[in-house]
Every structure is written in structure tokens, then in C-alpha cells.
T-cell receptor, first 109, second 115 residues
Framework: GQNIDQPTEMTATEGAIVQINCTYQ??????LFWYQQHAGEAPTFLSYNVLDGLEEKGRFSSFLSRSKGYSYLLLKELQMKDSASYLC??????????WGAGTKLIIKP | DTAVSQTPKYLVTQMGNDKSIKCEQNLGHDTMYWYKQDSKKFLKIMFSYNNKELIINETVPNRFSPKSPDKAHLNLHINSLELGDSAVYFC??????????????FGQGTRLTVV
């Protein structure tokens, strides 16, 4: 079967750096997405990786290793507004998005 | 200005009732989706339509019936609602299923509570 694994919850301090990991097993691979979802709101797109390596976008960076079935989202200079769930999703060989359950990130002052 | 809009945002109804959720996108996308997010926060695809044609129909009860009158609309009708249908339902759209780098844009969600 296909599955996406990520930690259920993480806690970090304002101003610090946090890394959220995602491992996946899918039938085929056509890219990996990270989305942010604030409580009670819709998921919003953060990043996309299809080749190995690091993609940097402001305070957020996303890394992919296809051979290891592994990705991480790196958040720098954490702000209170970064408290949210972070969803990892993989587009499989049939171009379907397979979603992880999300990692709830709690930021403390 | 809302890219993907769905109504209603909240829906509380009794078991056995029939209800509909509407979705519209003004992004000119070819593909629209319905997702269900349950209490465990998993996003599960229910249906996917490309240019008004059904292309994904996951294992959902046939009480759920999507209808796409045109490319910009994908409505979800649910018959004989059950307690287990309580969840948040998200509509989404994207440029196309075969285009790799195509992010999905989500509606605000409809929180359905069946009592």
C-alpha cells in the first residue's frame, strides 16, 4: 500500500529553527508537496520538490531524497503565526495526491 | 475574488437527511476534487473531475454523488446522511492531473455534523 509518515506533533520556540520530516512509500513518484493548514482553515501550498536537493523560499526550505523516500520542511526564525499543521503530500505514478496526516507545530514564546 | 469557494461553511443536520455542498472555482482550472478530512486529520480524496468527466472515484459509499455541471463547478450531494459522515469536506482545484508541478487550491471547507 501507499503511505506517508510524519510526526504527529512538534514543539519549538519562537525565533528558533525546526525540521519536520516526511517519509513516503508510493507507487511511482511525480513530486512532493508541503502544505500549511491553520486550525479551521484550508491547506495552503508551501513548496514543491521533484528533484533531489534543497529548495529555499524565504524562511521555509524543503529537501527531497527520492532514493530514501524522504523529505523535510525546514522553518527558520519561527514566528507565532507559524503555529499550524504541516501536511506532506506525494503525487504518485497515477498523478494522485497521497496525503500524510500532518504534523501539528506548536510555537512557544 | 475567492479562488475556490464552497458553501455552506457549516452544516448541521439529522441522520437520514439529504444535503448538498456546492463548490465553484474561478481559476480556469481543468481539474476539481472533493476531499474528506476526518477527526484524525487525514485528507482523503473522494472524487476527481477533469473537464467535467469523473476520473477518480475512490471507495466511497454510493450515497455520495458528485455533479459537475461545468468545468468551474463541482457539487457534492449526500443521501441518507449517517453519523460517520461527520467531517470537514474540502473542495479543491488544480490545472490538470497530468501536469506534475500543479498545486491544489482549496476551498475554505464545509464542516458537516450529523446528529
Amino acid at each position: 500500500g501507499q503511505n506517508i509518515d510524519q510526526p504527529t506533533e512538534m514543539t519549538a520556540t519562537e525565533g528558533a529553527i525546526v525540521q519536520i520530516n516526511c517519509t513516503y512509500q508510493t507507487s511511482g513518484f511525480n513530486g512532493l508537496f508541503w502544505y500549511q493548514q491553520h486550525a479551521g482553515e484550508a491547506p495552503t501550498f508551501l513548496s514543491y520538490n521533484v528533484l533531489d536537493g534543497l529548495e529555499e523560499k524565504g524562511r521555509f526550505s524543503s529537501f527531497l531524497s527520492r532514493s530514501k523516500g524522504y523529505s523535510y520542511l525546514l522553518l527558520k526564525e519561527l514566528q507565532m503565526k507559524d503555529s499550524a499543521s504541516y501536511l506532506c503530500a506525494v503525487r504518485d505514478g497515477n498523478y494522485q495526491l497521497i496525503w500524510g496526516a500532518g504534523t501539528k507545530l506548536i510555537i512557544k514564546p | 475574488d475567492t479562488a475556490v469557494s464552497q458553501t455552506p461553511k457549516y452544516l448541521v443536520t439529522q441522520m437520514g437527511n439529504d444535503k448538498s455542498i456546492k463548490c465553484e472555482q474561478n481559476l480556469g482550472h481543468d481539474t476539481m476534487y472533493w476531499y474528506k478530512q476526518d477527526s484524525k486529520k487525514f485528507l482523503k480524496i473522494m472524487f476527481s473531475y477533469n473537464n467535467k468527466e469523473l476520473i477518480i472515484n475512490e471507495t466511497v459509499p454510493n450515497r455520495f454523488s458528485p455533479k459537475s455541471p461545468d468545468k468551474a463547478h463541482l457539487n457534492l450531494h449526500i443521501n441518507s446522511l449517517e453519523l460517520g459522515d461527520s467531517a470537514v469536506y474540502f473542495c479543491a482545484s488544480s490545472k490538470g492531473t497530468s501536469e506534475i508541478n500543479t498545486e491544489a487550491f482549496f476551498g475554505q471547507g464545509t464542516r458537516l455534523t450529523v446528529v
